[in-house]
């Protein structure tokens, strides 16, 4: 089977999902001239585009052409939830990063978490991509991009024999980049890309996320000190420090918050040191990341 062919088996996945998939015109094929390093890629970078959310087709189509145009990835998600097949070979859309993700993703392991460098080898021939449409900027991102997003990943790997640790986002690739921006993108510490990883592994698993609020609590419950935002799980698994208005904003558009931004519970900083230390020692998951 070529990798062309394993590319239309990810597209038949997602319309079995029931997503909504354009397959451009000469996307199978498609590429900037190179070849897979492995044969396929050995992972699925993602990216936000710099443009706007405008919903018209037109505006749409145009942004789809200009990417095949220029060879720029291989996929895209637009705000409706659709996804569009660009090119089935190498595009031009990850760039320099560093080899010891490149050995991580080859090694089915996830990256440790933004990027230290910038890097110094070309991840075009290794990674897959998918740019969504968004500013990259602390607009909430709509729940229909980030699903077929998501899917594009997942319906990938299910091809291909991965898990979802090959997914990364491409601040985890190189210090250059802070795309996605979705869940706080680089300033969420190595929350975002584990998110992603979860919402594609549940994907592939046949799971829902995000998960249900169940008898109305949410969850993220969120308290304020200094101000700074919190955010904590009621099952102490997992303690996080929320950065940024973009961090926090997106977290409320999935539902995972559901105090607006500014109006947390007022603690004391001894109650958000001890409720990090319950996390800690039940085996939950910390995340502070820096400013």
């Given at each position: 089977m070529s990798v062309a062919d394993e590319f239309a088996g990810a597209v038949a996945q997602l319309r079995s999902w029931g997503f909504t998939v354009r397959e451009w015109s000469g996307c199978y094929g498609r590429s900037n001239g190179g070849s897979w390093s492995a044969g396929r890629p050995v992972g699925h970078g993602n990216h936000h585009y710099v443009c706007s959310l405008n919903p018209d087709q037109g505006y749409i189509d145009?942004?789809?052409?200009?990417?095949?145009?220029?060879?720029?990835?291989?996929?895209?998600?637009?705000?409706?939830?659709?996804?569009?097949?660009?090119?089935?070979?190498?595009?031009?859309?990850?760039?320099?990063?560093?080899?010891?993700?490149?050995?991580?993703?080859?090694?089915?392991?996830?990256?440790?978490?933004?990027?230290?460098?910038?890097?110094?080898?070309?991840?075009?021939?290794?990674?897959?991509?998918?740019?969504?449409?968004?500013?990259?900027?602390?607009?909430?991102?709509?729940?229909?991009?980030?699903?077929?997003?998501?899917?594009?990943?997942?319906?990938?790997?299910?091809?291909?024999?991965?898990?979802?640790?090959?997914?990364?986002?491409?601040?985890?690739?190189?210090?250059?980049?802070?795309?996605?921006?979705?869940?706080?993108?680089?300033?969420?510490?190595?929350?975002?890309?584990?998110?992603?990883?979860?919402?594609?592994?549940?994907?592939?698993?046949?799971?829902?996320?995000?998960?249900?609020?169940?008898?109305?609590?949410?969850?993220?419950?969120?308290?304020?000190?200094?101000?700074?935002?919190?955010?904590y799980a009621d099952d102490m698994s997992l303690f996080v420090r929320i950065p940024t208005e973009s961090f926090y904003f997106n977290l409320e558009y999935l539902g995972i918050v559901d105090v607006p931004h500014g109006q947390a519970q007022p603690v004391e900083q001894n109650i958000v040191d001890w409720l990090r230390g319950q996390v800690a020692s039940s085996g939950g998951r910390v995340y502070e990341p820096a400013q």
């Open positions: 145009n942004l789809v052409q200009g990417m095949a145009d220029g060879s720029v990835v291989n996929w895209f998600a637009d705000v409706h939830g659709v996804a569009y097949l660009i090119g089935t070979g190498p595009m031009n859309h990850f760039g320099t990063g560093n080899q010891s993700v490149l050995d991580r993703t080859r090694a089915d392991q996830a990256p440790p978490g933004p990027a230290g460098a910038a890097g110094t080898i070309s991840g075009n021939s290794h990674y897959s991509g998918t740019e969504c449409q968004h500013p990259g900027d602390s607009t909430p991102w709509p729940a229909p991009m980030l699903d077929v997003m998501v899917a594009i990943n997942a319906a990938e790997f299910l091809q291909w024999g991965y898990s979802a640790n090959r997914a990364i986002n491409h601040f985890e690739w190189t210090n250059r980049k802070i795309d996605m921006s979705a869940g706080g993108g680089a300033d969420s510490g190595g929350w975002a890309g584990d998110e992603l990883r979860r919402r594609v592994d549940a994907r592939m698993n046949g799971v829902t996320v995000p998960p249900e609020p169940e008898d109305g609590i949410m969850p993220l419950s969120v308290m304020r000190t200094a101000g700074v935002d919190y955010g």
